[in-house]
């Protein structure tokens, strides 16, 4: 009972580690051949473990990783967005270096026409760069939550005696219906 080894993986439930196995290990075993056994070290020396397939893949769902998030704008419209970009940064600047050819060769000074022009592509590339740099912020904050949420599974353990999940550092627990939402807490 005093075991260190057993101690280190105690189930902050029950303080016990005789059926704690680590939930990356269930969610594999519930993937590929739905069916888990195998031997742990319990008080009373080796026991083993043994689930029938539909506990385990049930159980199994509910341990599932974190879902990585989806790119923030689809990649054809980024493709789309970026060949329009070239396409109208190409006529607005023929467009500008005719008018001002014209108003150069025409007149002394310059023409709200061109300021107005000069105006609207400011403001076309702000939109563009705002909604651009934006979108990227968005996706690498996701991101960021994604990978601190997998961090948080890949270091969770389950125990099989008292139905419930718990991470070693810093301790916390939950149960297997909350852990989705306890693996972004
Ligand atoms: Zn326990």
């Not at 939930?23 to 888990?36: E, Q, T």
């Not at 506990?55 to 879902?67: G, H, Q």
């Not at 329009?84 to 050819?101: C, D, F, K, R, T």
Request: proline share 6%; aromatic share 12%.
């Amino acid at each position: 009972m005093a075991d260190p080894l057993i101690h280190a993986l105690a189930c902050p439930n029950c303080y016990l580690a005789d059926r704690v196995q680590k939930v990356s290990a269930i969610v594999r075993a519930g993937k590929w051949h739905g069916d888990l056994s195998g031997t742990t070290l319990g008080p009373e020396g080796e026991e083993n473990v043994a689930l029938q397939s539909e506990n385990i893949s049930e159980l199994a769902r509910l341990l599932a990783p974190p879902e990585k998030p989806k790119q923030a704008i689809p990649s054809w419209f980024i493709r789309i967005a970026r060949y329009a970009a070239i396409v109208a940064i190409a006529l607005v600047a023929g467009l500008v270096l005719v008018q001002l050819a014209v108003e150069w060769l025409f007149s002394t000074s310059q023409p709200p026409q061109t300021k107005l022009l000069l105006w609207q592509i400011a403001s076309v590339a702000t939109i563009y760069c705002l909604l651009f740099f934006g979108a990227r912020a968005w996706r690498n904050a996701r991101i960021r939550t994604y990978k601190q949420a997998m961090k948080k599974w890949k270091n969770s353990y389950y125990c099989y005696r008292c139905d419930s999940i718990f991470i070693l550092k810093p301790p916390d627990a939950t149960a297997p219906g909350d852990f989705a939402e306890w693996l972004y807490a």
